[in-house]
């Protein structure tokens, strides 16, 4: 049997097996309510074989999927649309969420994934509990099943099926897009864990105490991933669209900020409950925010709603079943956390407005405060043009002027926090321990606005916090080795720091990722504050000055691509003698032409330079549009993201205290309630 023939069959299995997924997940849904009807609690186990059993299933249809873009199986809709013979095999198999269909299949994928693996980590660590967390993740994806396999299936075939494809969207044949949704998906997705785990404690009333420490890592795991595909996505719009910035606050772009920034603060409030038992409630709803910002994110993409390069079109059935989906879901958690919140009610309050969980609690204030106005600058719009059809948009002014205080608090935060004790600072130490890093970030603020000057009030205030807060990691290291030094005294400088950090992995992973902010903000400084452009019209041998850089414009020559023909240019530095070579891409199925910038990178700044189109000039030359920027410090961002996935990895390589498991009254309470 040939290639194409295999695929044609197996894309019917593929479909069959999705089928079946979708039953099998309602199944997992209704086992625990048909366990508790019948009163046989060992039908509820079912639930685990269930979840493998989709996961399984989901795998096939995706498989079949994957395997008729590498076999250029143009018979189904969703490889006609994003594919064709030319298009070099990275990105077919990427071409599965190059569009809406197979992007929606991934999340279904991913989020089986996560079950299947919840499934055996919760056999021996919470099996009691269990069904009705894998119950709730069934439910889930069996609402992303029905908009999958009704309303925009992948498995959707043609007749004639056309000899070519129309290729994947230019703009997302780059390495870093390539990468950049899945670890959305994988963060978004990651969240729905903790949701199951809150869900379940409602419904069951399992004490948070009992739960809390279970969902950190899921957290923190999902946090990871969000904040890996966020950096990814700003590094590709850097490179891809050519117009040297990394953030617009494009409202696809804050739908995947939102849960980040809730997340971050359910992060930290998880930490005071674990250590104070404090928060229970407030914690259960960041879940619950936390996840339905990641749908919103969802809605947002797919709903058709929005005019962006991130989001997808779609049919007004496949929009209006979303936002369903999305009000049912949320109505019944926010239901069930009314009417049953309260039985989850702390243990302690807060022994003094001078205490780390004091701080802790002012840190989920700035961080939900940050999410909400991010929310209403993204919602306002599309509510205003609902409501009487007006068109209005809120850009980086909006945001940039309310976000910049904001994020001046979270520094701010961050300095301190760390110096206060629990339950209740003593004054004398707490200015001794603060005194270093105040004069370190006062020293840093005006060094820069010296140097700089004349400068906007915010480049020194921004200084002054991040070298406020590098103080603070810095007395609390020391501190640390200097106690251990005391206990050990044969032990030199080296190997106490190493022994401490390694000692608490937990703690110093998260000072890591404090650092990676820091260096992120440093990035945000340097590229809001010092970054220049310029735009000229150049001919074979123009030399452009921008800054302290001379670049020659050398010409043009042409490049073929596997899928494309480029034009592509060069311009070579008059004083450091590197070589800068932008392009010109022509997709002929696409018909679409993008530019690809050249960067040359070093740790101050980096040389930006993008080639526009064709200019006729005097004499029958050509002329080309050559836009240059100086980007300061922008490597900052990229290696601060990486230091704070680093920082997390760090964090969860800690050793893992296994939780107490539920007693045998517990667990038939389970199905009792």
């Known amino acids: 049997m040939s290639p194409n023939a295999l695929s044609l069959n197996l894309i019917e299995l593929g479909h069959f097996a999705a089928i079946l997924a979708f039953v099998l997940a309602i199944v997992q849904g209704l086992t625990p309510i048909v366990a508790r009807g019948l009163h046989r609690p060992q039908l509820a186990s079912l639930t685990g074989n269930l979840a493998v059993a989709v996961f399984v299933l989901t795998s096939i249809g995706g498989a079949t999927i994957i395997y008729s873009f590498l076999t250029n199986n143009f018979s189904v809709l969703v490889v006609a649309s994003h594919s064709n013979t030319h298009m070099p095999l990275f990105y077919k198999v990427a071409a599965l969420w190059g569009g809406h269909r197979g992007s929606l299949y991934l999340w279904i994928w ?212 979303i936002l369903a989906f999305m009000t049912v879901t949320l109505a019944i958690s926010f239901g069930i956390f009314l009417a049953r919140g309260r039985f989850q009610e702390a243990e302690e309050t807060l022994a003094s407005p001078m205490s780390r969980e004091s701080l802790f609690v002012w840190n989920n204030v700035v961080f939900t405060t940050a999410a909400a106005c991010v929310l209403l600058g993204t919602l306002y719009p599309l509510a205003i043009n609902a409501l009487n059809g007006s068109r209005i948009t809120v850009g980086p002014p909006y945001f940039n002027a309310v976000m910049m205080p904001i994020f001046f608090v979270m520094l701010l935060l961050m300095a301190v926090g760390p110096l206060v004790p629990w339950r209740k600072a003593n004054m004398i130490r707490l200015r001794a321990r603060v005194l270093f890093p105040a004069i370190l970030g006062l020293s840093a603020g005006v060094v820069m606005a010296v140097l700089a000057w004349p400068v906007y009030w915010t480049g020194p205030v921004a200084v002054g916090l991040v070298g406020f807060v590098l103080g603070t990691l810095i007395v609390d290291l020391a501190r640390a080795v200097q106690q251990r030094r005391a206990q050990h005294i044969s032990e030199n400088v080296v190997v106490a720091t190493w022994r401490t950090v390694f000692g608490n992995r937990r703690h110093y992973g998260g000072m890591i990722v404090h650092l990676g902010i820091l260096m992120v903000a440093v990035g945000i400084v340097g590229t809001g504050m010092f970054r220049v452009e310029k735009s000229v019209v150049m001919a074979p041998g123009d030399v452009v000055k921008i800054g302290a850089q001379r670049l020659q414009f050398d010409g043009v020559h042409d490049l073929k691509g596997p899928n494309y023909t480029a034009l592509q240019g060069k311009l070579t530095s008059l004083d450091h003698g590197f070589v800068l070579r932008p392009e010109r891409r022509d997709y002929g199925p696409q018909q679409m032409t993008t530019t690809v910038a050249s960067v040359n990178s070093n740790l101050l700044r980096d040389v930006y330079v993008v080639m526009g189109s064709p200019v006729p000039g005097k004499n029958g030359t050509t002329h080309y549009l050559i836009q240059v920027f100086i980007n300061p410090l922008v490597a900052f961002l990229w290696m601060g993201g990486l230091t704070m996935v680093f920082g997390l990895g760090f964090t969860l390589s800690h050793r893992v205290r296994r939780a107490a498991r539920a007693t045998a009254p517990e667990a038939a309470s389970a199905y009792a309630k």
């Not at 709730?136 to 099926?161: C, H």
């Open 110 to 321: 991913i989020l089986t994934l996560f079950t299947m693996v919840l499934a055996f980590d919760g056999q021996t660590r919470y099996p009691e509990r269990l069904p009705v967390i894998l119950a709730v993740q069934g439910w889930l994806v069996a609402g992303f099943f029905g908009l999958s396999l009704f309303l925009s299936s992948p498995f959707v075939r043609l007749f004639p099926v056309p000899l070519q494809g129309a290729d994947l969207d230019p703009l997302l044949q780059n390495p870093g897009m390539v990468m950049h949704p899945p670890m959305l998906y994988m963060g978004y997705v990651g969240f729905s864990v903790p949701f199951a785990f809150a869900m379940a404690a409602l419904i069951t009333r399992w004490k948070s105490e009992l739960w809390i420490g279970l969902i950190r890592r899921w957290a923190l795991i999902a946090w990871g991933f969000l904040t890996l595909g966020i950096v990814l996505g700003a590094w590709w719009s850097y490179y891809v669209l050519g117009w040297g910035g990394y953030w617009a606050w494009d409202p696809v772009e804050n739908a995947s900020f939102m849960p980040w920034l809730v997340g971050t603060a359910l992060i930290h409030s998880i930490t005071v409950q674990e250590r104070r038992r404090m928060l229970h409630t407030w914690n259960i709803f960041l879940v619950i925010t936390t996840f339905s910002l990641s749908l919103l994110g969802t809605f947002l993409v797919r709903s058709g709603v929005l005019s962006s390069v991130h989001a997808f079109t779609v049919s007004p059935g496949q929009g209006s079943y």
